[in-house]
């Protein structure tokens, strides 16, 4: 049988423990036997980040840029422990922050749903899609301990000479302060992506931030959000038959948990990164998380929302076998593929990414599941199977 071919290639980002050796099964027995897989490889383990002084990680978002289409494998972000585990040279800074960074964007995390996986929250019937902010906040913070009696103050010094200040808190004591700042620029790109998204995916968009309480900053975002739709959306997203709904992050959390589902929920920064992790243990497992950055002007960037599962791979180097679940990284693969494939106008390669996925969803449904599903799926007679063997299971099904 002739292999599938590609056109252009994805950005390949390699990574780390567990999941570099899940890696590369996944590309060996469900992809290569079936596709002329044409990809531009950077090895973003932590050895070669290392070697290269992390100068790959930006080489390989930079790669993204002009190619479109990248898909990632989880990677160690360095601490101290790390350190020492990897003799580094310094302590990098978090691949996906630098691949952030540089694409800028917004992360749409949703769980791939199974019949016989009941999600914790039993009215969620269709899956919640969670677009998390990827610029700025808490995550780019300035953060200052105060050791004695001192006064607080923002100061804004403006090019053209203008100054502002405000006295932000006067210490009678020890305490703490922080700063935080986003621009209009990335949270204008934020709105479009997920108004791109939703038209995309044909599914109402929720927004939601703090805006009674951070009357200037979170409601920035409110205001710029209500802007663009009004001005650039209204009309499409009528056409689509889908709505835009802002509300008080309070009042989307009640909503949402009463909710059947079926929506995409926009998020600031560390809103999102919160509420994907509530969203993936109430939809069972963390395995089952699929995540794609995407870039206000449409570059794409795949990958699972879990990490380099480090009990996994230490149980790995001795010897036993794991049964760590694939799904997640297979599906960053489909989602990388399906996209290339729309973008090349490569239909045979879409159909491909398609099957796939269905066949690994039929797999689990079959009761063939890695070992973290075996106490969530519903099923007379489940068989649990190594990472290996159920990556053999999916591809038989193709
Ligand atoms: P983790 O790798 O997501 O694993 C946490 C636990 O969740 C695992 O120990 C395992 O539980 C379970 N789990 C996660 N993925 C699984 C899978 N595919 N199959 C089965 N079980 C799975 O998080 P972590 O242990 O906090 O972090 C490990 C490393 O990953 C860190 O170095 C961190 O920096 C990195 N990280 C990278 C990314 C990324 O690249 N996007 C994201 C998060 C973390 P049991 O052990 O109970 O089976
Ligand atoms: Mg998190």
């Known amino acids: 049988m002739a292999k599938i071919a590609m056109k252009t290639p994805l950005v390949e980002m390699d990574g780390d423990e567990m999941t570099r050796i899940i890696w590369k099964q996944i590309k060996d027995i469900c992809i290569i036997p079936f596709v002329d897989l044409k990809t531009e490889y950077f090895d973003l383990g932590l050895v070669n980040r290392d070697n290269t002084n992390d100068q790959v990680t930006i080489d390989s978002a930079n790669r993204t840029k002009e190619l479109g289409v990248a898909v990632k494998c989880a990677t160690i972000t360095p601490n101290a422990q790390r350190m020492t585990e990897y003799n580094l040279k310094e302590m990098w800074k978090s691949p996906n922050g630098t691949i952030r960074a540089i694409l800028d964007g917004t992360v749409f995390r949703s769980p791939i749903m199974i019949d016989g996986i009941k999600p914790f929250v039993s009215c969620w019937k269709k899956p919640i899609t969670i677009a998390r902010h990827a610029y700025g906040d808490v995550y780019r913070d300035t953060e200052y301990v105060v050791d004695a009696p001192a006064r607080a103050e923002l100061v804004i010094t403006y090019k053209d000479g203008r100054t502002e200040k405000q006295t932000i808190f006067e210490f009678g004591d020890r305490g703490i302060v922080e700063g935080l700042y986003n621009t209009d620029k990335s949270i204008t790109a934020f709105a479009r992506s997920c108004f791109n998204y939703a038209l995309d995916v044909k599914m109402p968009l929720w927004f939601a931030t703090k805006d ?82 995407v870039s206000p002007d449409g570059k794409y960037e795949y990958e699972a929302a879990h990490g380099t599962v480090t009990r996994h791979y230490y149980r790995y180097l001795k010897g036993e076998t794991t049964s760590t679940n694939p799904m997640a990284t297979l599906f960053a693969w489909t989602g990388a593929l399906r996209k290339r494939a729309q973008l090349d106008g490569l239909a045979d390669l879409e159909a491909f990414a398609d099957k796939l996925e269905k066949a690994s969803i039929d797999t689990i449904e079959s009761g063939i599941i890695t070992g973290d599903l075996n106490s969530l799926l519903d099923h007379p007679n489940k068989q649990v199977v190594n990472t290996e063997d159920f990556l053999k299971a999916v591809a038989s099904r193709i």
């Open 212 to 293: 009674t309480i951070s009357k200037k900053y979170d409601h920035r975002f409110k205001d710029i959000f209500q802007e663009i739709y009004d001005n650039e959306y209204k009309t499409k997203f009528e056409e689509a038959g889908i709505t835009y709904f802002y509300t008080l992050i309070d009042d989307a959390v009640a909503r949402v948990m009463r909710s059947e589902g079926g929506f995409v929920w926009a998020l600031k920064n560390y809103d999102g990164d919160v509420m994907s992790d509530m969203l993936a243990s109430a939809c069972g497992s963390l395995a089952m998380m699929t995540s794609v950055l």
